[in-house]
């Protein structure tokens, strides 16, 4: 493992020291999970590289502002979130260039969300499926409803943490993860039908 | 995951001829369902869970379709590694 620094014998009151141990300690062990979102959030490998890179630059410049004992993890993918929309949201590269507001507005009406709801979709469809399928459909998601299935079911981050990186209510993530899964299923089901399991 | 919830099978279930085949609350049931699985439900929410969810085909069919979902996304999707190239430039930019 390639460490910052040299630890040099703890010396906890030697704040270069500190931060280089929190950078270590907390930060780096998040690195493959940081490099997995900037991918899905550009879809573009050399965006992804320097999003990390920026990301883990900033986390060090300001690593005062991290609070040890709190979960690192949400604050790292936190800065990386506001990144990509501060930095490379405007020169992303993807072609359906769907502003969340203009889709929130689409999906946000009362009927949209919650009339009832079904896909035709079979869980044992789904089974058959195989990663890249799962990929493509998830892929294919407008970024923001992409984001929120990537942090809960890819990440496993809580609604809380959620509300956190995103800067939204929890009551937003709650509507906003339900909304992404419906759309996700259309996906889904698209290629569940291609292999036979139209009915 | 809660593993105290057990998953409903809706083969087990379905012969058993009191069971709704028609759910009037879906969009809520999906809220629940929707938390259950995302180990976020009050405890209210899993009460009410535990206490229907074997008595409603649509729901038992949705718990079970967005389980299978939730699993395939987090199993099946490939995670790659940090390009080594990267982490060295970060390595070195932050001691220099």
Known sequence: ?199 | MNESIKTPSVTDEASTPQMKTKCEHHAECMKVIQAILDDQATEAEKDHFRENIDKCIPCIESYNLEKCIKTSLADKIAKKPCPKNILNTIISKINS
């Not at chain 1, 990929?135 to 990537?150: C, G, Y």
């Open chain 1, 1 to 199: 493992m390639i460490v910052a620094m040299s630890e040099t014998p703890a010396k906890n009151d030697n704040t270069d020291d500190l931060r280089y141990k929190i950078f270590n300690r907390e930060f780096m062990p998040h690195i493959d999970s940081m490099y997995n979102f900037a991918f899905r959030l550009t879809m573009d490998e050399d965006d992804a590289n320097d999003l990390v890179q920026d990301t883990y630059l900033k986390a060090f410049r300001f690593i005062k502002s991290f609070e040890q004992g709190t979960n690192a993890k949400a604050w790292l993918f936190r800065i990386l979130k506001n990144s990509f929309i501060n930095d490379y949201r405007k020169k992303s590269k993807e072609p359906s260039k769907v502003d969340y507001q203009e889709v929130e507005t689409t999906y946000n009406s009362e009927e949209a969300s919650d009339t009832t709801y079904t896909v035709d979709l079979r869980a044992d469809a789904v089974q058959e499926l195989i990663g890249d399928e799962v990929a493509n459909a998830l892929n294919a998601l407008p970024v923001d409803f992409r984001t929120v299935i990537i942090l809960c079911d890819i990440e496993g981050f809580t609604y809380e943490e959620m509300a956190k990186i995103l800067d939204i209510p929890i009551g937003t993530v709650r509507s906003r993860l339900h909304r992404a899964r419906n759309l996700l299923k259309e996906k889904l089901r698209s290629y569940a039908s291609t292999m036979g399991y139209d009915s």
